[in-house]
C-alpha cells in the first residue's frame, strides 16, 4: 500500500519534536508501510535538502535512545520532501495537488499541525481543489476549537468537505498503550466487569498531574487553561473509557456511540455547583524535584495580572444506573509534586471486618505515567501468629515495560500508523468532541462571569486546599494521602 503524508506545518514545534521522531520510531521498527513518502509544507521557501539539514538539526534535540544515528537518518530523510505553500493562497492548494497527483498513492493524509484557526480554511481549499477523495484522510491535531461554537463550526466546514469517516480527530492520549490497557483491562478480561458498578466502587479519581511548568508558551497557555488543555480532552477521554458500557464489537463507531452516551451522562454544572465542585488554581514560586522555579505570572510570555487556571480538580457524577452516585473526580495541573497520571478505582471497604485494626478497602489503580502498569491493592496476613491476625496492605503490582519487553510503540507512532491504515478506533468522533464541549461549557460562563475564584498554589504541591475539601466533603481523600 503507497501513501503519502503531509504535514500541514511542517516547520512547527509540534511537527519537528513530536510527528517526525514518532514517524522516525516507526520507520526504525519497520513499522512504516513501505512506498511512502512524507512531504512537509509551510510558508519558507526551501529545497527538499535544505528542509533535512534543519530537520537533521531539530533531531538532536530528541531523547539520546530516540535520536537517529546518521546512517538512519539518511536513510529515513529520503522519505521526506518539502514543499512551499501558503495556506491562505487556493493556488497553492493546486501544487500541492499536482505534487499528490505524481504518482496517486493509495491513501493520502492531510495531518493539519498548525493553529485550529486554520482549519476551516484549509479544509473549504481542500475541498474546492478536490482533495477530499475517499482516500484522503485528514488528521485535526487538538486543540479543536476554544468553545462549543469554534468546535461546532470547525466540525462543520470538516464534514461539508469530508466523510466523517475521513476525519481523524487527534486525543494524543488514546494512543497511549496504557490507555489500550484500559480496554484490555475491561473487555479482555472477565474479572472485574461484575465489580465494575455502584455497588462495588466507591468512587474513581482520574489525575493528570505535570511537574512541568507552561515553559516559553505563555501567551499560547495564557488564551487556554487547563480546562480546556486537559480536562475538555484527555480528562474526560480517560472517563469514557473507565465508565463506558462493553461495546459490541471493537468497530470503531461501536466504541465511540459507548463513549458518547458516558458523555451524555454527565451530570450537568449550573452555577452553584461550579462553586461547589470545580476548584481552579494558579501555580505560585515553589520547588520542583529540589529546584525553585517560579510561579505563573512571571513564566515568560504570561500577561500581567492574568486569571488563567494552571489547575483544575472537579466533581461530576454519571448518571445512569451503572454509575448513579459514584463521585468521579478529575484532576490536572502544572508545576505539580510529580508528573503523575492515574486512574484510581476505590473500592468499597468490606462490608463487616472480623479482622481487628486495618479494614482498608481495595484499589486498583491504573498507571499511566511516567510508568505503565497496574497495581491492585489488596489486605494480607502477615502471618505472625496469636490469636487475632492482623492484616497489613500489599499488592500486586503488573509492569507492562516488564511483562512486554519488547519496543512499545508510542502515542503519536501509534496514532499516526493508524491514520495511515485507516483505522479510527483512537480518534474522537466530533459528537463525542462537541459532546465535551457542551459539559465543560457552564464552568467557562461561570468563571467568566466570577473571576474570584481562582486559588494560589505552591509549585510542587498537590494544588490548592481546596482540591483536597472537594474529596474529603465525601468522606475520601486523593490517591497520595491514602
Ligand atoms: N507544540 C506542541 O508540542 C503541540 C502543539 N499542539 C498544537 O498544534 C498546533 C501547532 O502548534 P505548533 O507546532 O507548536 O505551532 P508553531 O507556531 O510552531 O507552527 C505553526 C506552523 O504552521 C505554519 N503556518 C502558519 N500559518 C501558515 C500559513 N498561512 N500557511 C502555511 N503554513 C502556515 C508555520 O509555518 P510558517 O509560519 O513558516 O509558514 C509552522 O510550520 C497548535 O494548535 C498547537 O496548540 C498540540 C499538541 C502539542
Ligand atoms: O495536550 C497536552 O498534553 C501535554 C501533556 O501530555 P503528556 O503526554 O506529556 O502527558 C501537556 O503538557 C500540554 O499542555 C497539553 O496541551
Not at 539520546?64 to 529515513?76: C, G, L, W, Y
Not at 474546492?128 to 484522503?136: R, S, V
Request: charged content about 25%; some cysteine.
Amino acid at each position: 500500500m503507497s501513501f503519502d503524508l503531509v504535514f500541514f506545518g511542517g516547520t512547527g514545534d509540534l511537527t519537528w519534536r513530536k510527528l517526525m521522531p514518532a514517524l522516525f520510531q516507526a520507520f526504525r521498527h519497520g513499522k512504516l508501510p513501505p512506498g511512502g513518502r512524507i512531504l512537509a509544507v509551510a510558508r519558507d521557501d526551501q529545497s527538499d535538502e535544505q528542509y533535512r539539514v534543519w530537520l537533521k538539526e531539530r533531531f538532536q534535540e530528541v531523547d539520546t535512545p530516540k535520536r537517529p544515528s546518521d546512517e538512519e537518518f539518511a536513510r529515513f530523510a529520503e522519505l521526506i520532501f518539502y514543499r512551499r505553500v501558503d495556506l491562505s493562497q487556493p493556488e497553492h492548494y493546486q501544487r500541492l495537488k499536482s505534487w499528490l497527483g505524481e504518482r496517486n498513492a493509495d491513501t493520502v493524509v492531510l495531518y493539519l499541525a498548525t493553529s485550529p484557526h486554520l482549519f476551516p480554511v484549509i479544509c473549504e481549499q481542500l475541498g474546492a481543489a478536490g482533495l477530499n477523495e475517499p482516500h484522503i484522510r485528514v488528521v485535526l491535531e487538538k486543540p479543536l476549537g476554544h468553545d462549543l461554537k469554534s468546535a461546532q463550526e470547525i466540525n462543520r466546514v470538516v464534514r461539508s468537505v469530508f466523510d466523517e469517516n475521513q476525519a481523524f480527530r487527534i486525543d494524543h492520549y488514546l494512543g497511549k498503550p496504557s490507555v489500550q490497557n484500559l480496554m484490555a483491562l475491561r473487555f479482555g478480561n472477565a474479572l472485574f466487569e461484575p465489580l465494575w458498578r455502584r455497588e462495588s466502587i466507591a468512587n474513581i479519581q482520574i489525575t493528570l498531574a505535570e511537574s512541568i511548568g507552561v515553559g516559553t508558551r505563555g501567551d499560547f497557555y495564557d488564551r487556554t487553561g487547563a480546562l480546556r488543555d486537559m480536562i475538555q480532552n484527555h480528562a474526560l477521554q480517560l472517563l469514557t473509557m473507565i465508565a463506558m458500557e462493553p461495546p459490541s464489537t471493537s468497530d470503531a463507531d461501536a466504541i465511540r456511540d459507548e463513549k458518547l452516551k458516558v458523555l451524555r451522562s454527565l451530570k450537568p454544572f449550573t452555577p452553584e455547583t461550579v462553586v461547589r465542585d470545580v476548584v481552579r488554581g494558579q501555580y505560585r514560586a515553589g520547588n520542583v524535584d529540589g529546584k525553585a522555579v517560579p510561579g505563573y505570572p512571571d513564566e515568560v510570555k504570561v500577561p500581567p495580572g492574568s486569571r488563567c487556571e494552571t489547575f483544575v480538580a472537579l466533581r461530576t457524577e454519571v448518571q445512569n444506573w451503572r454509575w448513579a452516585g459514584v463521585p468521579f473526580y478529575l484532576r490536572t495541573g502544572k508545576r505539580l509534586a510529580a508528573r503523575d497520571a492515574e486512574i484510581v478505582v476505590n473500592f468499597r471497604p468490606a462490608p463487616h471486618s472480623i479482622f481487628p485494626g486495618e479494614n482498608q478497602p481495595n484499589k486498583l489503580v491504573i498507571k499511566l505515567q511516567p510508568e505503565d502498569g497496574l497495581e491492585l491493592h489488596l489486605l494480607a496476613a502477615k502471618g505472625t501468629g496469636g490469636q487475632h491476625e492482623t492484616l497489613s496492605p500489599v499488592f500486586l503490582d503488573l509492569d507492562f515495560d516488564k511483562a512486554f519487553p519488547t519496543e512499545r510503540v508510542g502515542a503519536y507512532e501509534r496514532l499516526l500508523l493508524d491514520a495511515i491504515a485507516g483505522r479510527l478506533n483512537l480518534f474522537v468522533r466530533s459528537d463525542e468532541q462537541e459532546q465535551a464541549w457542551r459539559w465543560v461549557e457552564p464552568i467557562l460562563e461561570a468563571w467568566g462571569r466570577d473571576g474570584n475564584g481562582l486559588r494560589g498554589y505552591n509549585a510542587g504541591s498537590w494544588g490548592p486546599p481546596a482540591a483536597s475539601a472537594l474529596v474529603a466533603r465525601d468522606g475520601f481523600t486523593w490517591s497520595e494521602e491514602q
